[in-house]
């Protein structure tokens, strides 16, 4: 069965930092973009961050650019999102999500089922 699970999420105060982790099972990374998506309440789903299979390259959100790093380990099926310097706007339930080859805005065919972070003093 295919699945990703997110860990790590929870409550910190501005200018924290936190890290989250996306486990894969069911499958391997090697040739999968993972994305970490967000949706704050009331607010659309957007993505923050993606990191190809293949390449390893990543991109980001201008909101988070600087402040965000993407990671992966294909050997152990994980992906990591360091988050640094949380401001009270990344406060959202974060994603990760999982589609064959290269990042894209959209079409991911895995979802996990999410993690709160929340930004607040």
């Known amino acids: 069965q295919l699945q990703l699970v997110e860990s790590g999420g929870g409550l910190v105060q501005p200018g924290g930092s936190l890290r989250l982790s996306c486990t894969a099972s069911?499958?391997?990374?090697?040739?999968?973009?993972i994305a970490w998506f967000r949706q704050g309440s009331g607010k659309e789903r957007e993505v923050v961050s993606c990191?190809?299979?293949?390449?390893?390259?990543?991109n980001y959100a201008d909101s988070v650019k600087g402040r965000f790093t993407i990671s992966r380990d294909n050997s152990k099926n994980l992906v990591w999102l360091q988050m640094n310097g949380l401001e009270p706007e990344d406060t959202a339930v974060y994603y990760c999500?999982?589609?064959?080859?290269?990042?894209?805005?959209?079409?991911?065919?895995?979802w996990g089922q999410g993690t709160q972070v929340t930004v607040s003093s």
């Open positions: 999500a999982a589609r064959e080859g290269s990042c894209a805005p959209a079409d991911y065919d895995y």
């Open positions: 990191i190809s299979g293949l390449s390893g390259s990543a």
């Open positions: 069911g499958f391997t990374l090697d040739y999968v973009a």
